[in-house]
T-cell receptor
Framework: ETGVTQTPRHLVMGMTNKKSLKCEQHLGHNAMYWYKQSAKKPLELMFVYNFKEQTENNSVPSRFSPECPNSSHLFLHLHTLQPEDSALYLC??????????????FGDGTRLSIL | AQKVTQAQTEISVVEKEDVTLDCVYETRDTTYYLFWYKQPPSGELVFLIRRNSFDEQNEISGRYSWNFQKSTSSFNFTITASQVVDSAVYFCALSEAGGGGATNKLIFGTGTLLAVQP
């Protein structure tokens, strides 16, 4: 089983829809991350969770709502999105607090298209 | 301020050529970590290597080698005898131990798209 699994792989939704992205990690990590990757732009860190607690929110619009029920699962709830939100959304996990320099392990991403 | 610069946006080579991807970083920390990731067209970022700031020894793994030079704040990546399967976007990233420490936050460069032509 792959280390970090993201579902769905592709998602097309209208601006008024509500959907959720799911991420699950099987690596025993305690930190999880959401990134947005738009065409021609650098990877943008959106949220960081450490031991289920949100430790970083990089000024992400409220139409993106993360949820981390446990250290293995991370969700990104989407509602009333805009066309500029179309992007590849990547989830990652790593060792958590106090263990420095650990690599993040990424999922395959969800390619989101907003109509 | 922390920053990672990958000045090469796109590189195109012919199979079997050697290619070097450049990475320059900025940090005020004395303890930090540098990474390279590969992103094939499928989308997943694949971890390739990590170096810490106290280990300047160059590393070789098969056709891949990395040259870490603190004097020039560079961490360059060379692929020897490139292959079509090496075609991907390659990201260099920096993580600081002192930056709030709770998680291993990565600062990514903008990536270099490598196209290896048959």
């Amino acid at each position: 089983e792959t280390g970090v699994t993201q579902t769905p792989r592709h998602l097309v939704m209208g601006m008024t829809n509500k959907k959720s992205l799911k991420c699950e990690q099987h690596l025993g990590h305690n930190a999880m991350y959401w990134y947005k990757q738009s065409a021609k732009k650098p990877l943008e860190l959106m949220f960081v969770y450490n031991f289920k607690e949100q430790t970083e929110n990089n000024s992400v619009p409220s139409r993106f709502s993360p949820e981390c029920p446990n250290s293995s699962h991370l969700f990104l709830h989407l509602h009333t999105l805009q066309p500029e939100d179309s992007a590849l959304y990547l989830c990652a996990s790593s060792q958590g607090q106090g263990i420095y320099g650990q690599p993040q392990h990424f999922g395959d991403g969800t390619r989101l298209s907003i109509l | 301020a922390q920053k990672v610069t990958q000045a090469q946006t796109e590189i195109s080579v012919v199979e079997k050529e050697d290619v070097t991807l450049d990475c320059v970083y900025e940090t005020r920390d004395t303890t930090y970590y540098l990474f390279w990731y590969k992103q094939p067209p499928s989308g997943e970022l694949v971890f390739l290597i990590r170096r810490n700031s106290f280990d300047e020894q160059n590393e070789i793994s098969g056709r891949y080698s990395w040259n870490f030079q603190k004097s020039t704040s560079s961490f360059n990546f060379t692929i020897t005898a490139s292959q079509v399967v090496d075609s991907a976007v390659y990201f260099c990233a920096l993580s600081e131990a002192g930056g709030g420490g709770a998680t291993n936050k990565l600062i990514f460069g903008t990536g270099t798209l490598l196209a290896v032509q048959p």
